[in-house]
């Protein structure tokens, strides 16, 4: 055991077998899951925040975001418990009480925290909060929901990410940062690499108690908006969240050394990339056959030197571009560049790449499928409207 770990250590995790979303079977295996972790044994008074992966205002049925269903079977195992549940994330975008609201509604979670009685986060407020033994970053702006709760568990998806490679456990309390604060953070850190190194300080700072997984039905592909939603029949928990991800990178078959987020933890000496995972339950032999499609951001194997990572991916990696036949110009894409390259001219997005950091934020939040990536998502008419704006504008 490497010394130098962090207070998450131990690289076990627990796998069901789940193939959907049944209410009955999802609260029988979240009880399985929570048996496993004394401190969730009796919780009478207790309060119990779920942080969720709630990107943006998107159906749960794409995938994009945790499952209603999911987060309501957990909510009744807890408040059977005797826990008081609130319901919280930063989105991506405004973070403000109708986004929230709108972000709520459109994923089915307005409706569970009405048949459960949970509350859902409606506090805007942030505040700064100092992280001394953090590796990489000792200070981060947090939001206020953090506060007050006595237990925190972190409810994640997986999916694969054009930045981190995957989100699951570890990039999922990048959520606790407010709104375009995101932006910052983008921007003091656009390598990848030092990106995740500052998710994992943050994760540590968070001190989230438990991470449970909703690893049902997954996205491979141009995740974590645009990808494919893929049946992965899992549901996964832990308390070290780069033993969660390394091993939901072994069991749906992407490369590890082309995941920042877990090559950040190997640098680190958190993990190693041989790690023995402890898997234990019904789900421990779940490996697909049909492995998942990577993340399509182009992202340079992270063993190259940082310096020359930085210039080959600024070279070599697919850009956003935007389609100006479904480009409104509403200017989502411009409050959430990181590098303050967008701007709106003529009532429609325009990016100036030697500002571009490559994070694709635009492209994950873009609310009209506008921001697609140089290998073209998009078709001939498309193409057509966009070399006419070009030459017009």
């Known amino acids: ?95 403000n009480e109708v986004a929230l609201q709108t972000v709520y509604d459109a ?23 100092k992280f001394p033994e953090g590796r990489f970053t000792k200070n981060f702006i947090v939001c206020d929901y953090l506060n007050g709760h006595d237990l925190i568990i972190a409810l994640p998806k997986i999916k694969t990410h054009m930045l981190c490679g ?8 990048f959520g606790i940062v407010p709104g375009t604060e995101k932006v910052k953070y983008h921007t003091r850190f656009p390598d990848p690499i030092d990106f995740s190194k500052m998710l994992l300080d943050l994760t540590d700072a968070s ?18 908006a645009r990808g494919r939603p893929r049946k992965v029949g899992a549901i996964i928990s832990g308390t ?28 680190q000496g958190r993990i190693s990339e041989d790690e023995r995972i402890d898997v234990s339950g019904s789900g421990n032999e779940i490996f697909l056959k049909e492995k998942f499609k990577p993340s399509s951001g182009g992202i340079v ?9 930085r210039a080959v991916i600024g070279l070599t990696t697919r850009k956003p571009k935007i389609s100006h036949r479904r480009c409104v110009g509403c200017g989502v894409c411009r409050v959430n560049c ?11 997005a325009r990016i100036d790449y030697s500002k571009c950091i490559r994070c694709y934020c635009c492209h994950e939040l873009c609310p009209h499928d506008a921001v697609y990536l140089t290998a073209r998502e998009t078709g001939f ?12 504008a």
Do not use: W
């Open 207 to 224: 001190k989230t108690d438990l991470f449970l997984v909703d690893g049902i039905i997954g996205m491979d592909g141009k995740g974590p």
């Open 166 to 173: 995957l989100t699951c456990a570890s990039k999922i309390m």
């Open 381 to 392: 008419l498309d193409r057509v409207i966009d070399i006419v704006y070009h030459v017009v």
């Open 338 to 348: 990181a590098g303050n390259a967008i701007t709106i001219r003529n009532g429609k």
């Open 1 to 95: 055991m490497n010394p130098n770990r962090g207070p998450m250590m131990n690289p076990s995790v627990h796998i069901t077998r789940c193939d959907d979303y049944e209410p009955d079977v999802l609260k029988k295996q979240i009880g399985e899951h929570l048996a496993r972790y004394p401190k969730f044994d009796e919780l009478t008074g207790k309060k119990v925040l779920l942080k969720l992966n709630l990107l943006s205002a998107r159906d749960p049925e794409n995938a994009v975001t945790t499952h209603p269903v999911f987060v309501k079977a957990v909510i009744m195992e807890l408040s059977e418990r005797g826990a008081k549940v609130t319901i919280a994330d930063s989105p991506g975008g405004l973070f």
């Open 240 to 267: 070290n969240p780069l033993a969660i991800d390394l091993h939901v990178a072994r069991m749906v078959g992407l490369r590890p050394d082309n995941i920042p987020i877990l090559q950040a933890g190997f640098q």
């Open 107 to 129: 994923t089915g979670i307005s409706k569970i925290a009405k048949e459960t009685g949970a509350d859902l986060n409606f506090n805007t407020s942030h505040h700064f909060r």
């Open 301 to 309: 194997s992270v063993l190259t030197p940082g310096p020359v990572r």
